[in-house]
């Protein structure tokens, strides 16, 4: 099986524990109005690639990692190649490297045959890094033109079953900057048991050049990066450090 590869990075440090070697994989489901990857939402192209070669490549960088790092696969959405993140998790497991997916979760479902497809994923997945878009569905599907009730679902699931999981947040003024919804989110990351890191990432704009050089309309225009003051008051009430 071979996977629709995007890009590649050799030295990731702040992409789970350790230093990574990145995968970033072709499609998404999802159209975030901040996405700093447009050019990875289309399922076709990329550089087809197969599983033992990218591990052979990512161990030529092993010696870097230390003993926490390892491999992350992210994209685009990472699920949307979920037979190919099988083949390669499973094999990266069997060479003894850490695996580590980077994901919306906008693929969950808990019909068959995904469902244990998932479930065989996650035999060899060490840590899910998961992002909340937005805890209110009405405005998730305004930012990511898609529904939140089977994300919140996956993360439920993935909580029953003891999978380790950090929390990912990007912080957008006006729109995930607000109190009311920042409090909500921790009340239901609260209700997870398999959390073991919250990170708020602050909205930027590197990106923006991607969708002028793409022709697609970016409906972010005039938003600024967050305040720092605002970024550790987000962290803050994630964490459950601050009072409603």
């Given at each position: 099986?071979?996977?629709?590869?995007?890009?590649?990075?050799?030295?990731?440090?702040?992409?789970?524990?350790?230093?990574?070697?990145?995968?970033?994989?072709?499609?998404?489901?999802?159209?975030?109005?901040?996405?700093?990857?447009?050019?990875?939402?289309?399922?076709d192209g990329g550089t087809l690639m197969g599983a033992d070669e990218l591990l052979d490549e990512a161990e030529r960088y092993r010696s870097y990692w230390g003993p926490q790092g390892g491999i992350t696969v992210s994209g685009g959405e990472a699920l949307a190649q979920t037979g190919f993140l099988i083949e390669l998790f499973e094999k990266a497991k069997a060479r003894g490297i850490n695996t580590c997916l980077d994901t919306s979760?906008?693929?969950f479902t808990r019909n068959e045959p995904y469902l244990s497809e998932f479930n065989r994923l996650m035999g060899s997945c060490d840590?899910?890094?998961?992002?909340?878009?937005?805890?209110?569905?009405?405005?998730?599907?305004?930012?990511?033109?898609?529904?939140?009730?089977?994300?919140?679902?996956?993360?439920?699931?993935?909580?029953?079953?003891?999978?380790?999981?950090?929390?990912?947040?990007?912080?957008?003024?006006?729109?995930?900057?607000?109190?009311?919804?920042?409090?909500?989110?921790?009340?239901?990351?609260?209700?997870?048991?398999?959390?073991?890191?919250?990170?708020?990432?602050?909205?930027?704009?590197l990106g923006v050049f991607k969708w002028r050089e793409l022709g697609i309309p970016y409906t972010l225009e005039g938003v600024e990066p967050p305040a720092p003051e605002r970024v550790a008051r987000a962290q803050r009430i994630l964490r459950g450090e601050a009072e409603s």
């Open positions: 099986m071979q996977g629709r590869v995007h890009s590649i990075e050799s030295f990731g440090s702040a992409d789970g524990p350790g230093v990574r070697y990145l995968i970033f994989l072709k499609g998404c489901p999802m159209r975030c109005r901040y996405c700093h990857n447009p050019d990875t939402w289309a399922m979760l906008a693929p840590l899910v890094m998961a992002d909340i878009k937005h805890i209110d569905p009405v405005e998730h599907k305004k930012l990511t033109g898609r529904g939140n009730a089977n994300i919140l679902d996956c993360l439920r699931y993935l909580s029953d079953a003891g999978q380790p999981v950090w929390i990912r947040h990007v912080l957008v003024p006006g729109i995930t900057d607000i109190d009311e919804y920042l409090f909500r989110t921790r009340d239901f990351i609260a209700t997870l048991a398999n959390v073991e890191r919250v990170e708020v990432l602050p909205y930027h704009t």
